[in-house]
């Protein structure tokens, strides 16, 4: 049963323009009478709640990219507190050997991709170099790509994460990938489609979510990559990046992976696929673009 009009609460601040709010005063008492700030009007935004309030968070974007060149700390100051993530929920990821005998060791990392927003929605639109500071600032680092092969790895190794109940049968679950959506999606969603499941299971119990589907995922390239995780020269046949899957690109729900010798000097690696990546997506796909690129399709996820 609907409430009734009169019962439904409406927000007083939409139903007017500038009002007074807050009582503002300058550090240096330059708005005491005579003063030369005297009578000046202020409009304020509270930097603490930029998480939920989007119309503060483009305004202080607007700020920075306007003011970034004239006053470069102040901007970066103000970058930290557009950047800062809603906390993160850590699994461990236990030592993985992989197929060409390379030892991952034990690591931890973000169960969902890192995010802004109370309901878990990924943080996207934000470029490789800024992922990275993004990590750096919450004290974590950008997961690297031997860590995401890790994982993968172990994903594949689980009967449970194979739409047949055993390794080697069906698909391994790709995720949110048919294009039943048109944008990234809140932590609780849910897809109709039982092969959209979002999850994966390791082999110690734990379960990592979006790791194929949904959106793609910068990574720390620490095999091809230069000191900032950027790709400098081919991928090798034997490298693991292209070595791990144990089926060939778009086989069993592995997901797209290129052919030995591609260049992709100068840009960043993405994994994973998105929502409209079809059977392009799953969890050894590897692409690559320009690291100062920002998508709504590519997030990142963090470790510690």
Same mark, same amino acid.
């Given at each position: 049963?609907?409430?009734?009009?009169?019962? *439904?609460?409406?927000?007083? $601040?939409?139903?007017?323009?500038?009002? !007074?709010?807050?009582?503002?005063?300058?550090?240096?008492?330059?708005?005491?009478?005579?003063?030369?700030?005297?009578?000046?009007?202020?409009?304020?935004?509270?930097?603490?709640?930029?998480?939920? $309030?989007?119309?503060?968070?483009?305004? =202080?974007?607007?700020?920075?990219?306007?003011?970034?060149?004239?006053?470069?700390?102040?901007?970066? $100051?103000?970058?930290?507190?557009?950047?800062?993530?809603? !906390?993160?929920?850590?699994?461990? *990821?236990?030592?993985?050997?992989?197929?060409?005998?390379?030892?991952?060791?034990?690591?931890?990392?973000?169960?969902?991709?890192?995010?802004?927003?109370?309901?878990? /929605?990924?943080?996207?639109?934000?470029?490789?170099?800024?992922?990275?500071?993004?990590?750096?600032?919450?004290?974590?680092?950008?997961?690297? %790509?031997?860590?995401?092969?890790?994982?993968?790895?172990?994903?594949?190794?689980?009967?449970?994460?194979?739409?047949?109940?055993?390794?080697?049968?069906?698909? =391994?679950?790709?995720?949110?990938?048919?294009? &039943?959506?048109?944008?990234?999606?809140?932590?609780?969603?849910?897809?109709?489609?039982?092969?959209?499941?979002?999850?994966?299971?390791?082999?110690? +119990?734990?379960?990592?979510?979006?790791?194929?589907?949904?959106?793609? /995922?910068?990574?720390?390239?620490?095999?091809?990559?230069?000191?900032?995780?950027?790709?400098?020269?081919?991928?090798?046949?034997?490298?693991?990046?292209? /070595?791990?899957?144990? #089926? !060939?690109?778009? %086989?069993?729900?592995? +997901?797209?992976?290129?052919?030995?010798?591609? &260049?992709?000097?100068?840009?960043?690696?993405?994994?994973?696929?998105?929502?409209?990546?079809?059977?392009?997506?799953?969890? #050894?796909?590897?692409?690559?673009?320009?690291?100062?690129?920002? #998508?709504?399709?590519?997030? #990142?996820?963090?470790?510690?």
């Amino acid at each position: 049963m609907n409430a009734p009009e009169s019962a *439904v609460a409406v927000n007083p $601040d939409t139903q007017r323009g500038i009002y !007074p709010k807050y009582n503002v005063s300058r550090v240096d008492g330059s708005d005491a009478p005579g003063e030369r700030n005297h009578g000046h009007m202020h409009f304020v935004l509270d930097l603490d709640k930029l998480a939920t $309030d989007a119309h503060a968070k483009s305004a =202080i974007v607007a700020y920075i990219e306007s003011c970034e060149e004239e006053f470069p700390l102040l901007a970066e $100051d103000l970058r930290g507190y557009v950047d800062r993530m809603q !906390p993160v929920a850590f699994i461990s *990821v236990p030592e993985v050997t992989l197929p060409n005998g390379v030892v991952v060791p034990s690591f931890s990392v973000g169960q969902h991709l890192c995010s802004q927003s109370p309901d878990g /929605t990924p943080w996207v639109e934000v470029s490789y170099h800024n992922a990275r500071k993004a990590c750096e600032r919450a004290g974590t680092k950008l997961i690297t %790509e031997l860590q995401a092969l890790a994982i993968a790895h172990e994903i594949a190794q689980q009967d449970i994460n194979w739409t047949g109940g055993k390794v080697g049968e069906g698909n =391994i679950f790709i995720g949110i990938h048919k294009g &039943n959506v048109g944008e990234v999606q809140p932590a609780a969603y849910i897809s109709p489609d039982e092969e959209e499941r979002r999850w994966h299971q390791l082999s110690n +119990g734990e379960c990592i979510y979006d790791f194929a589907g949904h959106c793609f /995922t910068w990574v720390f390239d620490d095999v091809q990559g230069n000191a900032d995780g950027i790709v400098d020269r081919v991928i090798a046949a034997d490298s693991p990046s292209l /070595t791990t899957a144990p #089926f !060939p690109s778009r %086989e069993k729900g592995t +997901g797209w992976r290129p052919q030995a010798g591609a &260049n992709w000097s100068g840009s960043a690696l993405i994994r994973g696929g998105c929502w409209h990546s079809g059977r392009h997506a799953g969890v #050894f796909y590897l692409g690559y673009v320009w690291p100062d690129r920002e #998508f709504d399709n590519i997030g #990142f996820r963090c470790t510690k």
